[in-house]
C-alpha cells in the first residue's frame, strides 16, 4: 500500500472556534495536495497552558464536541483517514488528553487518551501535567483504509514499550501527536522519532503545533514535525512554523527492511521477557 501523509503543524491562537476554522482549512488544503491520511497536533484546538485547558474541554461522548464534529465532517467529506491530533476531553469529572481517530465515513473509529503524563522538574523549569489531566487506561490500535496505525500522544514516545507492543500487534505506522518544549525538544523530539521506527522497523508520523513566540505561554512549543521511515530515515520535516508536511508512505519497504534486518528472529526473549510474541 502507497499513499500520501499530511501533517498539519498548526498556528494555534487563543480562539477555539478560529483554530477549528483553521484545521478545516489546513486539511482540504492537504487533500488538494492527495493526502489520504491527515494527522493534527496535539491541542491543535486550543493553547497548551494548563491554566486555561479546563476551560476548552469536550465531551466527546456525548457527541456534543465542536472540534470532533469538524474532524467527523471533514473526513467523511474529503473521503480521508484523520488522526485527531488531541483535545482536553471531560468525561466523568475528569480531565483527558485525548486522540480521536476518523474513517472516511466520519465516525470514530478509535479513542486513546493520553497514558504517560509529562511532569518534570528541571533547574528553573518545573512544568506537570499530572495536577491537570487523569491518565488514559490502555494502549490504541486501529485498523483504517491506510492500514494499522497505532496512537500515542507526546509524552508516550518516551516509553519504547508502547511502541513494541503495536509492532507486535501488527502496526504499520505510529502516529504520535505532540506537543514537545523548548527544553526536551531540542534534545529528544526527533531522536524519539526515528528510535521508535527504527527499533520497530515501522513508520512514525509525529505532528506538532507551530511555535507562536509571540504568546506569552508557560509552555513554548518546539515544532518540527516529522515523517519517519523503518530504517530511522527522515521522509519528510519542518521547521517550527506552520506548515504542512507531506510524506509518502509505501507500507512494502516495511517487509523489505524486516528482511534486510531480522530483528524479531534475532530478539532473545529467553533473556529478557517484558513482552510476549502475542503482545501481552
Not at 126 to 151: H, L, N, Q, W
Not at 182 to 195: C, D, F, K, N
Not at 250 to 276: C, F
Amino acid at each position: 500500500m502507497q499513499f500520501k501523509i499530511a501533517l498539519c503543524q498548526m498556528l494555534v491562537s487563543p480562539i477555539k472556534e478560529n483554530n477549528i476554522s483553521h484545521a478545516r482549512s489546513l486539511i482540504r488544503g492537504a487533500v488538494e495536495k492527495g493526502a489520504k491520511l491527515v494527522v493534527l497536533a496535539e491541542m491543535w484546538c486550543c493553547p497548551y497552558s494548563m491554566k486555561t485547558l479546563k476551560d476548552h474541554a469536550e465531551d466527546i461522548e456525548a457527541k456534543s464536541s465542536p472540534s470532533i464534529s469538524m474532524l467527523s465532517e471533514a473526513a467523511a467529506y474529503h473521503k480521508i483517514t484523520i488522526v485527531g491530533g488531541s483535545i482536553p476531553e471531560k468525561s466523568g469529572g475528569k480531565l483527558f488528553n485525548t486522540c480521536c481517530v476518523l474513517g472516511s465515513d466520519g465516525e470514530i473509529k478509535a479513542k486513546h487518551r493520553k497514558l504517560h503524563l509529562f511532569d518534570m522538574d528541571l533547574p528553573g523549569e518545573s512544568f506537570r501535567e499530572s495536577d491537570t489531566f487523569a491518565y488514559g487506561d490502555g494502549p490504541t490500535i486501529v485498523d483504517t483504509e491506510v492500514g494499522k496505525i497505532g496512537i500515542g500522544i507526546c509524552h508516550d514516545i518516551r516509553f519504547p514499550e508502547l511502541s513494541i507492543l503495536y509492532r507486535l500487534r501488527g502496526a504499520h505506522l505510529i502516529c504520535f501527536p505532540g506537543a514537545f518544549n523548548m527544553s526536551t525538544g531540542e534534545l529528544l523530539w526527533e531522536l524519539m522519532q526515528r528510535s521508535r521506527a527504527v527499533d520497530n522497523q515501522l513508520f512514525v508520523a509525529a505532528c506538532s503545533p507551530a511555535r507562536d513566540p509571540d504568546v506569552n505561554s508557560d509552555y513554548m512549543i518546539w515544532g518540527h514535525s516529522s515523517l519517519v521511515g523503518p530504517f530511522g530515515e527522515i521522509i519528510a520535516t519542518t521547521g517550527h512554523e506552520e506548515d504542512v508536511v507531506i510524506g509518502e508512505i509505501d507500507y512494502s519497504i516495511l517487509q523489505t527492511r524486516r528482511e534486510n534486518l531480522p530483528l524479531e528472529k534475532q530478539k532473545r526473549g529467553d533473556i529478557y521477557q517484558l513482552i510476549d510474541s502475542s503482545g501481552k
